[in-house]
């Protein structure tokens, strides 16, 4: 089989007896990176870490070879602890679907770069409510404290015994709803 390509990529082919094949080989264009963050809501604090990476950060999808290929994004919130899942901004990738309730989207890689914003917020915990009671009674000394626990989860929290007058503080102990635990005072 005698065969020439031009410089436009045609290939011209005498016909002979018997069939003859011509194959092209293609390689697909590499498109624009997707960049994805997963913030806190109001803020630019990232939450997720992706792969490979050190600590919390965007997590980039490489558009090389990808052109007009398709990525599935949803959210991360059940690798982000403490957090739920509030919302997504697709208003930086041109070519995502509408969002469904839990943020799952598609978008097709394209010539232009695109971002996602995963949005999540703190999950809402029980409350810490604090108690001044005389020794061996639960006679208040002082007023009730109530820590509210929205927004809250997985942060820490202190309290400080109040000051009162004619009395001095003896005991700590945290109730919780799994056990009671006993706290040694500090001499």
């Avoid at 436009?8 to 960049?35: H, L």
């Avoid at 990738?93 to 969002?99: K, L, M």
């Avoid at 639960?138 to 309290?159: A, F, I, M, Q």
């Avoid at 400080?160 to 003896?170: C, D, E, G, I, L």
């Amino acid at each position: 089989m005698q065969a020439h390509r031009t410089a436009s990529g045609d290939t011209t082919v005498t016909y002979q007896t018997g069939n003859q094949v011509v194959n092209y080989y293609y390689k697909r264009k590499d498109a624009s990176n997707i960049t994805i963050h997963h913030v806190e809501d109001g803020t630019t604090t990232e939450l997720y870490t992706p792969a490979g990476a050190a600590g919390p950060s965007a997590e980039v999808i490489s558009g090389s070879g990808k052109l007009g290929t398709n990525e599935n994004l949803t959210n991360k919130s059940a690798d982000i602890a403490n957090y739920e899942f509030v919302s997504v901004d697709v208003s930086g990738a041109p070519s995502a679907t509408t969002p469904s309730a839990t943020g799952a989207t598609t978008l097709t890689h394209g010539n232009s770069p695109q971002t996602v914003i995963y949005k999540y917020r703190r999950k809402d915990v029980g409350n810490v409510i604090v108690h001044h009671y005389e020794q061996g009674t639960t006679t208040p000394v002082s007023p009730d404290e109530n820590l509210s626990g929205v927004g809250k989860s997985g942060l820490t929290y202190t309290t400080s015994p109040a000051t009162v007058a004619n009395y001095t503080v003896v005991n700590t102990t945290l109730l919780t709803t799994q056990e009671h635990i006993q706290i040694p005072e500090q001499q």
